[in-house]
């Protein structure tokens, strides 16, 4: 049996930064911050956090393996534990 060629679907979201200029077709993928937060995502949330490997490969294409995966959920384990403390700090100062 022939292999079939993988069908890649173009995204349709707006969360691209940086694309000035560029003319590129964009494959998928979420643009995060630091913390691996989605970046533009307005009103929606400003803690969900995405450390899932294929919706990152767009930006880092080596990013694999089980090294990989401990440094993200490090990095993200720690912005997680910093909102909560500032939203602990928040609430006693105004309780």
């Known amino acids: 049996a ?5 069908v890649t679907r173009v995204a349709s979201t707006g969360l691209i930064a940086d694309t000035t200029g560029l003319n ?4 998928g993928g979420i643009e995060v911050d630091e913390c691996y937060r989605p970046r533009d995502t307005g009103l929606l949330s400003n803690r969900l956090y995405c450390v899932a490997i294929p919706f990152l490969l767009h930006k880092n294409p080596f990013v694999q393996g089980i ?6 959920g490090q990095a993200a384990a720690q912005a997680i534990l910093d909102d909560i403390r500032a939203t602990t700090a928040d609430l006693l100062l105004t309780a």
């Open 24 to 27: 590129f077709n964009r494959t």
């Open 2 to 6: 022939a292999v079939k060629p993988a």
């Open 67 to 72: 090294t990989s995966a401990a440094e993200l």
